[in-house]
């Protein structure tokens, strides 16, 4: 069983209808519950044109994205076993996996929020992490804030 995610087990996503973004149709399988990828579509849909009117802009992918590098961690921790001990040791985060971490990050703490519908709350969340706030942001914060802090066992990262 592989235990990393190589190029070759990566799945190719065909592109979202509306606007042709492999980003957007990500963001709709991740926030899709029981299957039901059309309403999971209509809400992120929805999302993404209040986001974008919320924030005086035409394009509503261009603010997505803006959010969705906001959100994606540079560096992260791991735990690893070194004479006996554990350390969390601070690993830069590849590609996949900051997009991995982004989404998820940000529809859990859409999730979170409550008493409105998840298209508004999803739009909410987009808005705050374009303006660098918010759960899904500030849960980044906290990840760099780890690997800063944590900073010293960076040696044994290599070995």
Do not use: C
């Not at 190589?6 to 149709?25: A, H, I």
């Not at 690893?80 to 985060?93: K, L, W």
């Not at 808005?127 to 780890?146: I, L, P, R, W």
């Amino acid at each position: 069983m592989p235990r990393k995610v190589t190029k070759k087990l990566q799945r190719q996503l065909q592109p979202d209808r509306r606007y042709q973004s492999v980003l957007v149709q990500r963001l709709i399988n991740k926030s899709m519950l029981d299957g039901k990828k059309l309403a999971a579509e209509r809400a992120v849909y929805t999302a993404l044109e209040t986001a974008a009117k919320k924030l005086d802009s035409e394009d509503p992918l261009a603010v997505f994205e803006k959010a969705l590098k906001n959100v994606s961690p540079n560096f992260e921790v791991k735990s690893r076993r070194v004479g006996g001990a554990n350390y969390q040791i601070p690993f830069p985060v590849q590609g996949h996996r900051q997009l991995h971490y982004a989404f998820s990050w940000l529809v859990q703490s859409a999730r979170a929020r409550s008493g409105m519908p998840y298209s508004q709350r999803l739009a909410l969340e987009i808005v705050d992490a374009y303006n660098e706030s918010g759960a899904a942001f500030k849960k980044k914060e906290d990840t760099h804030k780890m690997a800063e802090a944590n900073r010293a066992f960076a040696h044994f990262a290599r070995g």
